[in-house]
């Protein structure tokens, strides 16, 4: 049977897609924000570097694929797998290199040799925030400084977290000045991964601030973070950023979001009182 093609709504004279009409607007207090590819482009072509990475290792072992075919293996479970703790990544590569007959290091050593390789990349990218000759707007989704300034103004509790190892999160974060809008509710991947989770973190700020159905508002650009903000009757924002370009959608992240269930896709930040005004009830489709 054919499935029925769904037209795509939305708001009037914008980019904002409204995927479910149903949500429940007007009630959010609490505003999770997810970091890399959603706030920050400090890491942006970080598949570019993993990738590689693993096929490289994966090519060496005895029982190996041609490489076209590893590379498509690969980048199938990076991406599966993105959102959460990069060492779920790393630990999935070990496993990936003992099916096809070889011995496998750490998950902790591939995780360090990717961080150094990713560091290559993206250092100058940081030196530059910090010593003021790479202006922060240039390295963060569009509009993003102006939408967690109107949240903080509007009285929301502004949360963090994300996959990236806590020290690198917090390092970039004051890098690009957006530290001040989060206090101490910036939260990031631990070296005892089991001890942290974007649903470990998502349940926790649901209790603290008592909060229910509409309560959580949140973006992301991952599978893992809308999937759970759903799961606990948020909102959730999906933004399908283009990190390169800055510029429009990238079609693969918004369909992937769709699928984990994002309420509402968007390409950035530019249109941020259009979707306030949708999401607080003064605005419709």
Not at 128 to 150: A, C, F, N, Y
Request: hydrophobic content about 40%; glycine content about 10%.
């Amino acid at each position: 049977m054919l499935q029925k093609k769904v037209t795509p709504m939305f708001l009037p004279g914008t980019r904002i897609e409204i995927v479910n009409p149903d949500l429940p607007r007007g009630q959010f207090s609490a505003v999770l924000f997810d970091f890399d590819g959603t706030l920050s482009l400090v890491r942006e072509g970080w598949p570019e570097v993993m990738i590689p990475m693993m096929v490289d290792i994966l090519a060496e072992t005895p029982q190996a694929e041609p490489r076209e075919a590893l590379s498509e293996h690969v980048e199938e479970f990076v991406m599966r797998l993105n959102g959460k703790q990069t060492i779920y990544q790393m630990i999935h590569l070990a496993e990936e290199v003992g099916k096809r007959g070889g011995t496998a290091k750490e998950p902790l050593e591939y995780k360090q040799q990717y961080h150094d390789l990713l560091w290559e990349r993206v250092s100058g990218r940081v030196s530059g925030l910090k010593d003021g000759s790479v202006e922060p707007e240039i390295l963060t989704v569009p509009g993003s400084r102006e939408l967690l300034e109107k949240l903080q103004a509007a009285g929301c509790d502004l949360y963090l977290a994300s996959g990236t190892d806590h020290q690198f999160v917090a390092d970039e974060l004051a890098a690009l000045k957006l530290d001040a809008y989060f206090g101490p509710h910036v939260y990031g991947a631990q070296d005892e991964y089991k001890s942290f989770s974007k649903k470990m973190i998502i349940e926790k700020l649901m209790a603290e601030n008592s909060l229910g159905d509409g309560g959580l508002l949140g973006f992301g650009d991952g599978y893992v973070e809308i999937e759970e903000i759903k799961r606990v009757g948020g909102i959730a924002v999906g933004v399908a950023s283009d990190e390169k370009y800055r510029e429009g959608i990238n079609e693969w992240k918004r369909n992937r979001l769709m699928r984990a269930g994002a309420d509402i896709i968007i390409p950035d930040y530019r249109e941020r009182d259009a979707l306030l005004a949708y999401l607080t009830n003064g605005a419709d489709v």
